[in-house]
């Protein structure tokens, strides 16, 4: 499930749906048994919990997860002019005919990886976060929305 970027939203939106675990972008893990706010020694305890009942060694879970590509980029936009670039961007994804996600910004899921574009809560960027199975697409992804942002 998906929420807007935040705490307060994630935790919100764990009570609703009962969840069991929460996280966000920034590392963040929520684990609501222990507290609803981040808690990294829940998180590190639960990641030891399933360590001991599987037996296998940290290493042996990471080789098992899949390798994908991140790339972050922020563009300072000034503030009179914040939304309306976001919403020009999201004018360029709808003549492209693309599905997308409003949750938070604008994301948006493609062949090569997906796309998040939102406008920042703390300073006057865009914030632009693509991600891909590997570094020559995501920078495709990159250089996609950044064509788009800067017309």
Known sequence: ?????????????MLE????LGGEGSGGVTVPQ???THDSGAAVGLILEGLARSGDRVSDVIDQ???LFMLKH????????LYSVLQDF???VE?????YDLTDGIRIDLPLGWIHVRASNTESMIRVIVEAEDEANARRLLDWVRDRLNK
């Open 1 to 13: 499930m998906r929420t807007q970027v935040g705490q307060t939203y994630i935790s919100e939106a």
């Open 17 to 20: 749906h009962d969840a069991v």
């Open 34 to 36: 222990v507290q609803l």
């Open 65 to 67: 997860l899949p390798r």
């Open 74 to 81: 922020n563009l300072a936009v000034e503030p009179n002019r």
């Open 90 to 92: 999201r004018v360029a």
């Open 95 to 99: 003549r492209e005919q693309l599905a």
